[in-house]
């Protein structure tokens, strides 16, 4: 099975930025889906940027002009640049991967899949104000 690994995660000032990476092992990027899900304390977890198969890119509408998400196939590795950052972005912070995909914006909306192939272990992202 493959594996993700998260790195970046820290505390914040508001209006500050972070960027997270993550790095994949044992399955081929090309051929999977890629993403970030996050999820608050006491909330549910909540996908918010994710590349598709084709590469095409989806934000959720809460971080849309803020977070930028990209990828290297060649190092298999996942990247969150997070700009602009308030104390609601606080929540650990998970990648995940699945060939068979992990959104669909076809409906006329993003929804980001929940049960996924593979998860990172998170990385925490503290927003203080």
């Known amino acids: 099975q493959g594996q993700l690994v998260e790195s970046g995660g820290g505390s914040v000032q508001a209006g500050g930025s972070l960027k997270l990476s993550c790095a994949g092992s044992?399955?081929?990027?090309?051929?999977?889906?890629m993403g970030w899900w996050r999820q608050g304390q006491g909330e549910e977890r909540e996908g918010i940027a994710a590349?598709?198969?084709?590469?095409?890119?989806a934000y959720a509408d809460s971080v849309k002009g803020r977070f930028t998400i990209s990828k290297d196939s060649a190092k298999n590795t996942l990247y969150l640049e997070m700009n602009s950052l308030k104390p609601e972005d606080t929540a650990m912070y998970y990648c995940?991967?699945?060939?068979?995909?992990?959104?669909?914006?076809?409906?006329?909306?993003?929804?980001?899949?929940?049960?996924?192939?593979?998860w990172g272990q998170g990385a925490p992202v503290n927003v203080s104000t």
């Open positions: 590349i598709d198969k084709q590469g095409d890119i």
């Open positions: 044992g399955y081929d990027p090309n051929t999977h889906c």
């Open positions: 995940a991967a699945d060939p068979r995909g992990c959104v669909d914006c076809t409906a006329g909306y993003c929804y980001f899949f929940k049960f996924l192939k593979l």
